[in-house]
Each structure stands twice: as C-alpha cells, then as structure tokens.
C-alpha cells in the first residue's frame, strides 16, 4: 500500500497521462511548429532557433510535394480532435492552423507555384535581403551567415531549374511587368565587394570571443564568397533571364490565362480576403467605394479652392514644391512624420509594443520598380528591429503630401504597431510569427490611414487629398485586380482607371498595376479587411454609446493577433458584450 502522498502523486501523474481534447491540440500545435522551423532553417534562425543554422531553405518540387502531403497528415490530426472538448481560444488555434494548411495543400496542385519571382519580390532579392533578417550576435551567427553564403550555388540552381520547367508548362510572368526587371538582380552586383549588401554585417565590430586575426579571416572568407561564389550566380540568372526567359513573356496579364488559372485566382481570393466573396461582388463593392470617395475629393478640392478634384490632383502631381529635392530630405521628413505619430500613440492604444523600429531607403536595384514603401517586421527574440522602408527613387514622383498616410500605413499606428505587437503576445508561435492573414494586416494598416483624420494627421488640404487617393488606390485595386484576373482588363485599361480616379503620380502607378498582374488577389485584402474594421468600430460604438473605448476596442483588434474576419467579428462581439 502506497502512502497517501505517493497514492495522491500517482494519481495526479495517471490523470496528466489520459489524452484530452486540450492535450491533444496543444500536442499537435508543437509538433507542427516544429516541423515548420525544420522545413525553415532560415526563419528558425530568424527566431532564434539554430537548428537550422547554415543551411536554406529546400526549394525543390519534391520537398514541397513532401510538406504538402505532411501538411494535409497535419489537418487530418486536427480533424480529429473534437471542438466539443476545446475552450473558445484553443478552437480558434484549431481553426487557424487548419486553415493555413490547408490552403497550403491547396495551393501545391497549381502550376503556378512554380512561377518563383514577381515585380515585388523572388528567391534572388529574398537572398539578398538575408542579413537583414539574420541575428549577428555570436561567432556562430557569422559562421552561419557564411555557410549560407557559400549554398548559394545549389539554391539558386534548383530555382533556375523549377523556373525552366515552369517557362516549359506556359507559367511565366506577362511581358508588360518586366520591364526593368533584369536590375532587380544585376543591381545586387556591387563594383566594390565591401559596399555589397552581403557585406553589411562584416563593416562593424567583431562579436564578442572573437579575436581581431579570427574576424580579419572571417571578413576575407566574406569578400572571396561574395565574389567568387554568390556574385557569379547573379550573373548566371540575369544571363539566363536575358536570353531564354524574357523572350518568351507572355502576352496576356490576367492569371487566368494560365493553366487553371480561374482556379488558382479564385483560391488567391478566399484567402487574401479570408472571406467567399467572388470577384464579381469584389469588383461591384470596388466600384461603390471609388464612387463615395471620388465625391469626398471633389469636396476636399472646392474646400482648398480649385474647380474640381482634377485642377486640385493636377497641382498636386506637377508642383515641385510638394517633392523632395534629395533622398536625404525625404528620408529626414519621414522620420520626422514617424516620429511625430509617435508621439500620438498613447492616447489610442492601451498597448504598446517593446520593440522599436528604424527607417531605410529600399535597396536601389529594386527601387525603380517596386512600390513607394514597405516595412519588415524584426524579431526581439534575436535582437532586430522592425524597418519602415522608403522609395527614394524618382523623386519628382514621390510627393510629401501623401507621406502622412503612408506613414501611418507602414509604420504606425499601422504595420509595426500591429505586428510588433502580435509578437509579444501569448500565442502558439505560429500565430505570433506566421499567421499573416492579408484582410486583417492590411485591413489594419488601411484603417489606420482614416485614423489618422482623428488624430489630426491631415492638417492641409494636400494632406486630406493625400489621405483620399491612398483610400481611392486601394479601392481602384479592388475594381482592377478583379478587372485584370477575372474579366479581361488590360494593363491599359486597369492604368487608365487608376490615373483616373487617385492621385498617385504615373510612376507610382505603373510600379502598382504591374505589382496587382504578378502578385494576383493579394491587393484585394486591404479595403475589404478596413471595411470590415470600420464596421466593427461603427457596431460597437452603436451598442455601447458612451460605454465605448476607443483604446479598448484597438487593444481589442490588436489582442489576437492577425486572424480571419469572421474570428475578429465574434472577437468584438464578445468585447461589446463584456463592455455591457
């Protein structure tokens, strides 16, 4: 007979051994995070994690054909866990994970995911922005820097090889975006090796441990790589794309030209919105919202005493007072518009992230094609900020009137504020550092812009033009994306309509319609996922009169992470019923 001590002992550890639903799930979410790290090294890294140190990513069909048949064992696993069993936080963990997986699934039996480059992105710049997003803290960090420096070669081989296969099958990218494009890869070519930006980590001081003859071997390792390994495959790719890729573009911009092509854009819709609208309904809501917002212009233009909304955009688009004359002036008044929304946070959000950010140029062999600004998250785990990146390319096109907006998009109170702080919170690691549901991100960042009339951000008419013709972008992309993909457009047409109805100067527009043929659906999520915010708020503040907090309902948005529409409506829901 055991003791009562031991007696109650045992029974406690027999109950922690019986399965449960809870258990279950929480069993099946670690295991997914960690075959995600193992398949990839390089964000593993990212994160903190070194099992992957050294290595990258498996590009290859067969490896993908591998993950999508564990993904598809994954959602079967949670298929069988029974909801009835689960909280309402972890059903929405279940719910998430199913749906990232199976969307992956989904995706591997398109063609099109051998297409690996667009106008806005491809395996080529992603290599090129690695010390970017590597932690350079330790001797081991370098060393593992380089190891990947030197698997260029096998990568970049393995993406030429898919790419020809899928040139071969008929997916290739349309001739209208690719012009310019062969600078995105000959650009990363520096004529001085120490000014490369594969170069960047070695131009400070040695980690600590590191003797200064070890850090002297390690730069020179650096350089020999960079020239005689890493710059040669650039070559390789730009020679390839020159002669047997760009001759056979095709000739047509919507995707569904291609092989399945319907399909594929409609599964790129399901899961840019996270909704089933079709893109009939897409395009006829795109419609209403250019409408209203094209008389709130004609408004803003009579107010700041022009005619109409085309003398005021004309002004706007021609005067050189409203543009930079240097990329450092530009640069200087971004930060000083960051700074300044900074400063402005508290009294909106309760919540606010640790982890700051810094504000760069866009590398300049992207530049010229790609889009007015992005930002990248950090990681606190390993130390790097998130960065809020500026075109400063063409310049008489980048005007100071929109950089109000662009900022609070970008930046904060938009996608650092919202991601940073996902980051912190307390969630399965999947969903604080993959989980990016492109409605909710940038539905986020695009309600921030109209939050920024609140707080007071528009303080000209130029600025409240400027504010509108970003608003009236994202709504034109609904009707053009939808007018490209799934209605015949033209790369004309969808220009003509966007130089028509915002106030986006023509360089900005091409850089964007010739983002919306490559990278298809993905422009879509931004004004659905704001409408539905901007509901949400409206809802709220209806049922809560003066019960309502503005900061409460941000903490609210922001307290789960990035998540589907229809989980952020049961989320507010809940928020307004605990308020009452």
């Given amino acids: 007979m055991l003791k009562p001590f031991l007696a109650a002992a045992a029974l406690l550890a027999s ?65 069988a866990i029974p909801d ?22 989904e995706g591997a039996k398109f063609g099109e995911r051998m297409m690996l480059f667009s ?79 594969f170069y960047q980590p070695f131009l400070g001081n040695p980690p600590v441990g590191v003797s200064a003859a070890d850090w002297a071997a390690m730069r020179a390792r650096a350089k020999a790589l960079i020239k005689d390994v890493v710059e040669p495959e650039y070559r390789k790719f730009a020679d390839y794309y020159a002669k047997d890729y760009k001759p056979k573009c095709r000739a047509t ?13 409609a599964l790129q819709v399901r899961s840019h919105t996270t909704t089933d609208l079709t893109p009939d309904q897409i ?77 760069k140029a866009i590398p300049a062999e992207t530049a ?14 390993v130390g790097i900020a998130g960065n809020y990146y500026v075109n400063t390319s063409k310049l008489p096109q980048r005007p100071l009137w929109e950089q109000a907006a662009l900022t609070a998009h970008e930046a904060v109170p938009g996608h650092h504020l919202q991601i940073a702080l996902q980051q912190e919170l307390d969630l399965p690691e999947v969903r604080k550092n993959v989980a990016g549901f492109t409605a909710f991100v940038e539905g986020w960042a695009l309600y921030c812009e109209h939050l920024g009339i609140e707080m007071g951000l528009y303080d000209t008419p130029e600025k409240n033009m400027g504010r509108l013709s970003y608003e009236m972008w994202r709504a034109s992309r609904l009707v053009v994306d939808t007018g490209m993909h799934a209605k015949g457009w033209t790369k004309a047409q969808a220009i003509a309509f966007m130089h028509d109805n915002t106030a986006l100067t023509d360089a900005n527009i091409e850089a964007e319609v010739n983002r919306y043929i490559s990278w298809p659906g993905q422009a879509l999520g931004y004004k659905i996922g704001e409408i539905r915010i901007r509901e949400l708020r409206a809802k709220a ?18 307290g789960g992470g990035a998540v589907p529409l229809d989980v952020l409506e049961r989320t507010v829901d809940d928020w307004i019923a605990s308020r009452r």
């Fill in 15 to 79: 109950t922690a051994a019986v399965a449960t639903p809870s258990t279950d799930l929480k069993a099946a979410i670690d295991a997914h995070w960690d075959w995600f790290l193992t398949n990839n090294p390089v964000w593993a890294s990212s994160l903190g994690d070194h099992r992957g140190d050294g290595k990258l990513d498996d590009l290859s069909l067969a490896a993908a054909d591998r993950q999508t048949s564990e993904a598809k064992a994954f959602v079967a696993r949670l298929d």
């Fill in 283 to 359: 395009h006829e809501i795109g419609l209403g919202e250019v409408k209203r917002i094209r008389a709130e212009m004609e408004d803003v233009a009579k107010q700041a005493g022009y005619p109409d909304r085309a003398a005021f955009i004309a002004k706007l688009r021609t005067d050189p007072k409203y543009f930079a004359k240097t990329p450092a002036e530009l640069m200087a008044s971004s930060a000083l518009q960051a700074k300044t929304i900074d400063g402005m946070l508290p009294k909106y959000f309760g919540r606010l992230p640790r982890l700051p950010y810094g504000i």
């Fill in 368 to 381: 010229e094609g790609t889009t007015t600004a992005y930002y990248m998250p950090g990681s606190p785990k």
């Fill in 541 to 558: 503040e209806k049922a809560l009169g003066p019960k309502f907090d503005l900061r409460g309902f941000h903490d609210t948005v922001l």
């Fill in 119 to 197: 106008t806005y992105s491809g395996w080529h710049q992603n290599f090129a922005g690695l010390a970017d997003n590597s932690p350079f803290n330790s001797a081991g960090d370098y060393e593992s820097y380089l190891k990947r420096l030197a698997a260029y070669p096998a990568y970049n081989a393995e993406a030429l090889k898919i790419t020809r296969q899928a040139v071969a099958a008929g997916f290739i990218q349309p001739c209208a975006v690719l012009n310019g494009f062969e600078g995105s890869i000959t650009g990363v070519i520096a004529a001085d090796v120490e000014k490369s930006r």
């Fill in 253 to 265: 911009v919507g995707v569904s030209a291609l092989p399945q092509g319907k399909d594929y854009y």
């Fill in 84 to 105: 009835g069993g689960l909280d309402g936080t972890e059903r929405t963990n279940k719910a998430i994970l199913r749906r990232l997986l199976s969307e992956q699934a």
